[in-house]
């Protein structure tokens, strides 16, 4: 009889000391992020630390104790920190590689949203992209603005018409001359002089 009321003794009490555990975990580390936090604080009055360091450091301290505080309670949960280790780090590692790879494109929408909101030139200006101050570069009228391309339409000196297409970062990387829409346009004429 002792055995069996041992045994639901234990069995009733071991999720008790688990959950203490828990708690204790997060009491900690509570604790610790403010305790870092204010010592954090008074180092920055002591030695008059700029609010620009100060600020990161701890929002980077807060997240690695709470982060670590949050691993230890999974793993008393029954969670094994290898496994979960494992899933982030593939998560992360997948996440860099996708990133890398579609960066050319986000980065021509977003200087897409930055040449529709900021204006740098718009429909019927006469642009030209300057590789090099003493090289000529590519002059055109901005006939359309998409999400990837800005098109411009260039005039050769039979007066033929061609259109070139050029990445929106490009317009953020070089030198932009701009001339409005309503001046005379002759392709050459600068390329010559």
Same mark, same amino acid.
């Given at each position: 009889?002792?055995? +069996?009321?041992? !045994?639901?003794?234990? @069995?009733? =009490?071991?999720?008790? #000391?688990?959950?203490?555990? *828990? ?73 860099? +590689?996708?990133? !890398?790879?579609?960066? @050319?494109? =986000?980065?021509?929408? #977003?200087?897409?949203?930055? *040449? ?78």
């Amino acid at each position: 009889m002792n055995e +069996v009321y041992l !045994f639901l003794q234990q @069995s009733w =009490l071991q999720p008790v #000391f688990e959950g203490l555990k *828990i708690l204790l975990i997060v009491l900690v580390a509570y604790i610790l992020q403010r305790l870092v936090w204010r010592g954090l604080t008074r180092l920055g009055e002591r030695y008059q630390l700029p609010v620009e360091l100060l600020l990161p450091l701890r929002g980077g301290l807060r997240w690695f104790i709470m982060g670590s505080a949050f691993i230890m309670v999974l793993e008393r949960l029954g969670v094994s920190v290898t496994v979960l280790w494992t899933a982030v780090s593939g998560f992360i590692a997948v996440a860099a +590689v996708a990133f !890398f790879a579609i960066w @050319s494109v =986000l980065s021509n929408l #977003f200087c897409a949203v930055l *040449i529709f909101t900021v204006g740098p030139f718009r429909l019927g200006d006469v642009v030209e992209v300057l590789d090099a101050s003493d090289k000529p570069g590519i002059k055109g009228r901005v006939a359309s603005i998409n999400l990837l391309f800005t098109t411009l339409e260039e005039v050769d000196e039979h007066g033929n018409t061609c259109s070139v297409q050029i990445p929106n970062t490009q317009f953020f990387q070089k030198s932009v001359r701009r001339w409005r829409g309503s001046e005379p346009f002759t392709l050459f004429s600068n390329r010559d002089e």
